[in-house]
């Protein structure tokens, strides 16, 4: 009868007594783990976080790009967001004949933008100026943290109000509160109405909170243009979503051809998102599954030595009343031992460098990414240490005695 809490204290011993080696021979089941649970948590932090951005515009949400944006397959076209910024046809009274359209459209909210310096007294920052309309607090989701968005009435005028992104504020005015204050932008002066709360980074690395707010004809006039590069819709509801957009595109073809335009439902943006970072996971993580491979080899190889080391000392155990059996268990439990231990060494590293990467960019260790990994790393100890333990089982006692 199998002994296996025996077993199972020698095959400990046996790897305690070459700790070093068992180190080295654990170090692919290490770094192949690490990097698949690692980098499947960074792919599932980037989903998480582009779902959780679109989400925050609403389900009832349309965005008009200028151009055709989408080629003939539904994928994105090859035009350069460059490009298609620079070639838009998209003009404000598009913005005043789509506010007509009171059964399909509650808001509109045009907007451009320009990178310029802001400064109040002797501090000065880089910021991105965003020209919009008063309903864009609403329509984009950018509340206030102090003060309030711009009104119609400054919109309406060109005032020069402007409202500050949550980081722009603090490196401008410090402890200082900026309300009714009066800063810079492009040498211009404009006065403090509101600061909005802090939102991060949006989806491509730019954060909202180095962004300033002004009305779309203040910065029409300061920037001598009279160009949109996006509008924003919010719809009544979403079960007619549609007909919304049907609506929407018709409005809009009355002044402009098919191709200079697009509207987008942003489930069709999130949809197309997804797939793509969904595929790069998986690319990635097989990528980093092939370390698995290599250290399942190089388990097999270390076993095989050991297999070669201990001899003798399989002879002995076999002369002694050990079976076959016993032997082979022995020996796959080793090989489980070291790949269970580096997987467990792995995935602890993959926590703390999701930890350090969460710094820069959103990432979230999955239970599921853990068992996986974890599984398929014992799986592989267990496979790979079979050759090993059949051929110390098949070992000839008396020849093992014998060997030098």
Known sequence: ?????????????????????????????????GSVVLLTSIGNGLRAFVTDEFNQLGANTLIIFPNDIFGDGGGFSSKSAASSIANSKLKLTDVTNLQRLRDHVTQVAPFNLQTDTASFRTTQETVTVLGTTFEYAQAFNTPTERGSFFSKSDDATGERVVVLGFEVANQLFGQVDPIGKRIKIGGQS??????????????????????????????????????????????????????????????????????????????????????????????????????????????????????TERT?????????????????????????????????????????????????????????AVALAFGVSTLVGLVFGVAPARRAAQLSPIEALRYE
């Open 1 to 33: 009868m199998l002994n296996f809490t025996n077993i199972f204290s020698v095959a400990v011993k046996a790897i305690w007594v070459n700790k070093v080696r068992s180190l080295l021979t654990m170090l692919g089941i290490i770094i192949g783990v």
């Open 190 to 307: 404009y006065q403090v109405v509101g600061v909005a709360e802090k939102k991060g980074s949006g989806f491509g690395g730019l954060s909202f909170d180095t962004y300033v707010y002004v009305p779309l004809r203040t910065f029409f006039r300061q920037y001598d243009t009279d160009t949109i590069i996006r509008i924003i819709v919010k719809t009544p509801d979403t079960e007619r979503l549609d007909q919304h957009l049907a609506a929407i595109e018709a409005e809009l073809g009355k002044r402009l051809d098919d191709d200079e335009f697009s509207v987008v439902d942003q489930s069709e943006i999130l949809g197309t998102i997804t797939q793509i970072l969904g595929v790069l996971t998986l690319a990635l993580g097989g990528i980093s599954a092939i370390s698995l491979v290599v250290g399942g080899i190089g388990i097999m190889n270390i076993m095989l030595v050991s297999v």
């Open 312 to 368: 003798r000392e399989i002879g002995l155990r076999k002369a002694l009343g050990a079976t076959p059996n016993v032997i082979l268990l022995q020996f796959l439990i080793e090989a489980a031992l070291l790949s269970v231990m580096g997987g467990g060494i792995g995935i602890g590293l993959a926590f703390a460098g999701t930890l350090a990467v969460q710094v820069f960019i959103p990432a979230v260790v999955t239970p599921q």
